[in-house]
């Protein structure tokens, strides 16, 4: 099947990686529903790690069988699915080849929580691995604001590197967190923390990259004067979602975004709305949708990949 030039269009911010990169990038943006529209809307599954398993599957219980995620990414028509090794080791033989899996190369647990200790997530695979379980992808997170941040840029710019040489695409989290940025929560997801997050994985060299929605503070004052002085509109979330991606390479970059804790179906949607409305590329929703029995799962997921596909054809 030809690329339709939404696709064409995109691969085209990529002109440095290989083939094989290209191709991985192409098998995301042309599986599931949102196929060939250049936005895509991907399950991640690693909330186990992170935030443990009766915060993640007890409200689903279907969820604790590594089958149902990805059964619940093919059915729903979602361009990927992305989770740890152990996830994507339990099901990569069964489904092989039936929707693009993100191996997540590092994982952060919330089992220990000191006082003083700086977010760090562990490397907890590698890029063999993904080649071996077939995936398109490796994934990876960063905390921008942790005292640990250079560690993580560092294993990622290596993983970067060894990944576009095999031929695989590289998705980052880029998740600003740690020192005195989350003195206050509403910190980590101000305007220009979030904007600067963005820029940061990109210029790491992500193709994809994923940052929380953002909200109207402004966190540095350096910063602040600079938005004041450019008078850089961020008074609604499409507004500052439109920003970030201008952050990320004036949009030549695919910036998704992500779900958070599990919320009202209108409350889901009308933040994919203002995304969307803001141009972004996607989104990459969890606990919203496997936390929900399947069905409602599913329908959610349509409703989220219909408002990106009308976005898609108003941006023509
Ligand atoms: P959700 O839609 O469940 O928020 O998933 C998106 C995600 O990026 C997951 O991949 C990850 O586990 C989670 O958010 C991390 O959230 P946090 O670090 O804020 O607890």
């Known amino acids: 099947m030809a690329h339709t030039r939404k696709v064409q269009k995109i691969l085209s911010w990529y ?3 290989n083939p094989g990169t290209l191709a991985n990038l192409a098998r995301m943006l042309n599986t599931g529903r949102l196929a060939g529209t250049g936005k895509m809307v991907i399950l991640p599954v690693d909330q186990g790690v992170e935030h443990g398993p009766a915060r993640s599957f007890a409200p689903n219980p279907a969820g604790y069988d590594p089958r149902y995620h990805i059964e619940l990414a093919i059915d729903s028509g979602c361009n990927a699915y992305a989770a740890p090794l152990g996830f994507i080791e339990a099901v990569a033989a069964e489904y092989a080849g039936a929707i693009p899996l993100i191996l997540k190369l590092n994982n952060s647990d919330g089992v220990l929580k000191l006082a003083g200790l700086q977010p760090a997530p562990a ?3 590698c890029v063999e691995a993904a080649l071996r379980l077939g995936c398109a992808a490796i994934g990876y997170t960063i905390y921008p604001g942790s005292g ?3 560690e993580m840029y560092e294993a990622l710019a290596q993983l970067t590197e060894e990944a576009k040489r095999v031929g695989l695409a590289v998705v980052v989290w880029s998740y600003p967190r740690g020192g005195d940025l989350s003195l206050d929560a509403k910190n980590e997801t101000a305007i220009d923390v979030s904007a600067y997050a963005a820029q940061i994985a990109a210029q790491i060299g992500a193709h994809i990259l994923k940052v929380k929605p953002s909200n109207d503070s402004i966190w540095d004052s350096k910063a602040k004067a600079a938005y004041e ?3 850089i ?3 609604t979330l499409a507004e500052r979602t439109r920003h970030i991606i201008q952050s990320a390479f004036d949009g030549r970059r695919i910036v998704i975004f992500s779900g958070g804790e599990a919320k009202g179906t209108e409350d889901v949607l009308q933040e994919i709305r203002e ?5 972004a590329f996607g989104s990459i929703v969890g606990r919203n949708s496997f936390q929900r029995p399947k069905a409602e799962a599913i329908d959610l997921l349509h409703q989220i990949q219909d408002i990106y596909r009308t976005a898609a054809r108003a941006r023509r």
């Open 123 to 125: 490397v907890t695979s």
């Open 233 to 235: 509109p961020i008074a």
């Open 275 to 279: 995304l969307a409305e803001g141009g």
């Open 148 to 150: 640990l941040r250079n």
């Open 229 to 231: 002085k450019a008078g």
């Open 15 to 17: 002109r440095s990686d």
